[in-house]
């Protein structure tokens, strides 16, 4: 019974189909009722309008003048004008083009941080899993000491064991019973952390079965997707496209300004009246602006090569210690599965072939190799979840 225990739940690490529909149900509620992700998006869509702002003529202006004369022979004077004044007219298309080029770049900042998001829940999802098979587990842990605990009382009252073995088992029984509430703690942490990533929208989550994504198979072949996939690297990217046409932006701004209107003129019942045109002359006003632009485009190639470098090494990372962990769980289950002596353990103890504090001792080695396969478990699907978070 025991070794087919274990080769159940071998097959347990590849998720059933309703429990990982539940996962994505969850993922999809968090995504929906996210506050953070919302407010985020409130902002993105202030910032597209805040972009799209300022990049057209600016308002015209228009002057009035009333002047009175001294002595009073000479009259007063009306004066009336209105001047249009606009940049060199290639700096429109660049400021547009560059206006849209940073609303498209803002939906990149979104998706990373959605990405983010539900990288989270999936890991607590992920520690939920855990600790609800840890709690199981410890349920029958107590369990199995509630009822040996049983038993030394009814020895100790037939006077056929003394108090210190009495002792034991119920300080064993009392061990138990903490760890257990100490896990189910942990429990409603996580689901309190998952409740407010959702919104403050309560979310149950009973499975025991660890949800694992599988391991890509060949890491440089899946690596090229994963890349071309991120929006971090995404972002960077086309911040160097913006950083060179802010560069162009900065070369048509240093080129003339135009201005242009009408003006007229009323004295002692005469009228002057004509066009003003006016040209400003590029002096000091814009100076270094250009250099600064190429500055910013060499920083952002230099931010997108280092991320670059830092997300490869951190995936080959994720993936190597992935592949380490997915073959210590397989270990572990296999030798628990082969050499799990438990029930050995509970006949010998009730026969009286070993004493108390040797079934103690040695079910503690099975307890021990239980959570240990369990955390390796854990630790396994918490890289890999973190691997592959860019196909969330």
């Known amino acids: 019974m025991t070794k087919l225990l274990f080769t159940l739940l071998l097959l347990c690490t590849i998720i059933p189909a309703g429990a990982q529909n539940r996962i994505e149900k969850i993922l999809q509620d968090v995504e929906a009722n996210n506050t953070t992700l ?9 910032q597209k309008l805040g972009n799209k702002t300022g990049i057209w003529l600016p308002n015209p202006e228009v002057t009035y003048g009333y002047l009175w004369g001294t002595p009073r022979e000479i009259g007063n004077q009306n004066d009336f004008g209105i001047t249009q004044s606009f940049d060199f007219p290639t700096v429109y298309g660049h400021r547009n083009k560059l206006a849209g080029m940073e609303n498209q770049n803002l939906d990149r900042l979104y998706q990373s941080e959605r990405i983010n998001t539900l990288l989270r829940a999936k890991q607590i999802i992920i520690e939920l899993a855990y600790n609800n098979a840890l709690s199981k587990d410890y349920s029958r842990r107590v369990e199995i000491a509630r009822i040996i605990a049983d038993s030394y009382q009814k020895k100790f009252d037939l006077g056929e064991t003394d108090a210190i073995e009495r002792n034991k088992v119920y300080m064993n029984l009392t061990a138990c019973v903490n760890k257990k509430e100490k896990i189910d703690i942990e429990r409603e942490a996580l689901l309190n952390e998952l409740k407010s990533l959702n919104g403050g929208k309560g979310i149950q989550f009973n499975e025991t079965e660890i949800p694992i994504t599988p391991l890509p198979s060949n890491f440089n072949e899946w690596y090229a997707s994963a890349e071309s996939k991120s929006p971090a690297l995404q972002y960077l990217s086309k911040q160097i496209d913006i950083s060179k046409q802010q560069v162009k932006l900065s070369r048509a701004q240093s080129l003339p300004k135009l201005s242009a209107g009408y003006a007229s003129e009323r004295i002692l019942g005469e009228k002057l009246q004509g066009v003003v045109i006016g040209i400003s002359v590029p002096l000091w006003e814009n100076k270094n602006t250009i250099k600064q632009a190429k500055a910013g485009v060499l920083s952002s190639e230099s931010a997108l090569e280092d991320s670059r470098i830092q997300f490869y090494n951190r995936l080959q990372s994720l993936f190597n210690q992935s592949v380490g962990l997915r073959e210590a769980a397989q270990k572990y289950r296999e030798a628990l599965s082969s050499y799990s002596n438990e029930p050995l353990l509970r006949k010998a103890l009730d ?33 890999v979840a973190e691997l592959t978070a860019i196909e969330l």
Do not use: C, P, T
């Open 38 to 46: 919302q407010s985020l998006q409130k902002q993105i869509e202030a």
């Open 351 to 383: 026969a009286g072939e070993i004493s108390l504090l040797d079934y103690l001792l040695e079910v503690e080695f099975y307890y021990d190799a239980f959570n240990n396969m369990l955390e390796v478990e854990r630790d396994y699907a918490l890289a």
